[in-house]
């Protein structure tokens, strides 16, 4: 079993949806939590970086996380044909640790 | 300001060769990470450089080196190449040990043959 899972999609939505992605977590000791928007052929560019449990909202992004039920997930209001990529979750287990380790990834995509 | 830079974009190799990634982090950053991105896997830890020192290693066989230099530009170097490793490799700089905000370079698109 992966320490982190996301459900790789694809998931199709109509422009202007609430667009929900989430990602589970097997270790405990995740504490800092990101999400990284991929589009083709570019590398991951963070998106949202939140500390144990709460909400962290940024433009049409919230990040939430349930440390308690070991669920995180990004919200995506007012989606637009640009937010088409593929998003993914990030976690480690102290501040700075570099070693992120990754969700599979959601392809995402918004249809005008 | 410029970001982070990786050299090849694109490189094809034969099995049982051996490669260099080279990556230029954003000025004035000093950690760099590397990781290793397959459909199957997806993104994976390599190492990480901080001030030309190895901090953390991911679990990849010894093929697979890197090294840090002065400047904080990094090289990783993969030695007799498997078909397996065929990925996009990555590329991360921070500024400092302590912040987690990372920023990744476009990668280099390795395809061994």
């Known amino acids: 079993q992966k320490e982190v899972e996301q459900d790789p999609g694809p998931l199709s939505v109509p422009e202007g949806a609430i667009v929900s992605l989430n990602c589970t977590y097997s270790?405990?000791?995740?504490?800092?939590f990101m999400w990284y928007r991929q589009y083709s052929r570019k590398g991951p560019e963070l998106l949202m970086y939140t500390y144990s449990s709460g909400n962290k909202e940024d433009g049409r992004f919230t990040a939430q996380v349930d440390k308690s039920s070991k669920y995180i997930s990004l919200f995506i209001r007012d989606s637009q044909p640009s937010d088409s990529a593929t998003y993914l979750c990030?976690?480690?287990?102290?501040?700075?640790?570099?070693?992120?380790?990754f969700g599979q990834g959601t392809r995402l995509t918004i249809n005008p | 300001k410029a970001g982070v830079t990786q050299t090849p974009r694109y490189l094809i190799k034969t099995r049982g060769q051996q490669v260099t990634l080279s990556c230029s982090p954003i000025s004035g950053h000093r950690s760099v990470s590397w990781y290793q991105q397959t459909p199957g896997q997806g993104l994976q830890f390599l190492f990480e450089?901080?001030?030309?020192?190895?901090?953390n290693k991911g679990n990849f066989p010894g093929r697979f080196s890197g090294r840090q230099f002065s400047n904080s530009r990094s090289e990783m170097n993969v030695s007799t190449l498997e078909l397996g490793d065929s990925a996009l490799y990555l590329c991360a700089s921070r500024s400092s040990g302590v912040t987690t905000e990372a920023f990744f370079g476009q990668g280099t698109r390795l395809t061994v043959v």
């Open positions: 270790n405990s000791a995740f504490q800092y």
């Open positions: 990030a976690m480690s287990g102290r501040e700075g640790a570099q070693k992120l380790v």
């Open positions: 450089y901080f001030s030309e020192t190895q901090r």
